[in-house]
């Protein structure tokens, strides 16, 4: 049956498959100077946002993304306290960061300030953390943000990219992830959005592995996630370490934590370290 104009549809033809959410209005749309950013009313996701026709969160499900995002990164680091974002401009990555009381400062550096204007308007929860003293908002470029960075200026880098097509190609590229390896401190670690395990494995997964043990990165591990609203509804980030082993955390804090998640728990992080045997054979080198 075909779809009509009341669903949303994601395309992904290479695997000719679609993720469609049923949709009751479209609250917002801009051509920013970077990309076209809309915001829809739907049925059973609450809002959705959408950057040039490609998914980016709903207010039912983003939970499962941010807190894979940030808090296996921050309890593997052994004391983080400055992070660097890059992208991230609807900020849900930003207030899972800002959870962890040992965070001191947390700046953010997302190219288009139309995603957070939208943010603040259309996932007021998502931004309910954005006067913490700790955090700074700039609308900028982030690769120029970190080449420009001091050595040693940050413990963690989270990078909460689109796809690497268009303007966050030059975040899956080595260049980039060299400036990273310098702006971290020795024990910094560098965490990833890295699409999904089922169909980007070869195209993205592998090649960005790759790129980080080039760009100097000690070790390399992949964690992955359920994501239903991202093609395949598998998802995946990277985690990348300067000295320490991104597959061990403090498992003690993590079991501890003093916030309240839906989805991360010491041992939802445990297994979401587990390399499935298609990954393992893909990314064994
Ligand atoms: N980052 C987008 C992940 C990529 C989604 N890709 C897609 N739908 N084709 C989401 C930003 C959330 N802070």
Known sequence: MALDNTWFSEPHPASGSAFSLQIEERLFAQQSPYQYVEVYATVGFGNLMVIDGCVMLSQRDNFLYHEMLVHP??????????????????????????KHPGVEQVVQVDIDEVVTRAAEQYFPELCESNQDPRAQLHFADGIAWVQNAAPASYDIIIVDSTDPIG???????????????????????????????????????????????????????????PQCVYPSGWWTVTLATKTGDPTRFREQDAAAKPFVTDYYNVDIHRASLATPELMRRALAE
């Open 73 to 98: 990164a921050l309890f593997t680091h052994p004391d983080p306290r400055r992070v660097l974002i890059i992208g991230g401009g609807d900020c849900g990555t930003l207030r899972e960061v800002l």
């Open 167 to 225: 303007p966050a190609e030059g975040l899956f590229a080595a260049p980039f992830l060299q400036d990273c390896l310098r702006a971290l401190a020795d024990t910094g670690l560098l965490v990833q959005q890295s699409e999904s395990p089922l169909f980007h494995l070869e195209s993205i997964l592998k090649p960005l592995q790759r790129t980080l043990y080039q760009a100097g990165f000690a070790a390399v591990h992949t964690l992955h996630f």
